[in-house]
């Protein structure tokens, strides 16, 4: 069992800067493929970035490469998604999930064993 809480949201200017962070509660958590999605007003939950269980591993949808960085902490059980120059189109709710598959077989869909309750980011123009 894995509980996951994300914190970090607010609302900030298009070009700027924002730090999302999910903590994470359960002994498996060091063994868990972790991601971030997000949900827009009126838009289906789509991937962002996820990270393998190491750490060693990371991939992004293309339309947050090279602006957002995933990582994570295994001794503090802490998730992180650093946002930089922000865009009015990347308002959301944010979630982070987790998955028990291997990093070999993760897919970045919906089918996730853990989330969490989200956190929204507004971005203005």
């Known amino acids: 069992q894995v509980q996951l809480g994300e914190s970090g949201g607010g609302l900030v200017q298009a070009g700027g800067s924002l730090r999302l962070s999910c903590a994470a509660s359960?002994?498996?958590?060091?063994?868990?493929?972790m991601g971030w999605f997000r949900q827009a007003p009126g838009k289906e939950r789509e991937f962002v970035a996820a990270?393998?269980?190491?750490?060693?591993?990371?991939r992004y949808a293309d339309s947050v490469k090279g602006r957002f960085t995933i990582s994570r902490d295994n001794a503090k059980k802490m998730v992180t998604l650093q946002m930089n120059s922000l865009k009015p189109e990347d308002t959301a709710v944010y979630y982070c999930a987790g998955d028990r598959t291997g990093w070999t077989t993760y897919r970045p869909n919906n089918e996730h064993d853990y989330w969490g309750q989200g956190t929204q980011v507004t971005v203005s123009s």
């Open positions: 359960g002994r498996t958590f060091s063994s868990t493929v």
């Open positions: 990270i393998s269980s190491g750490g060693g591993y990371t």
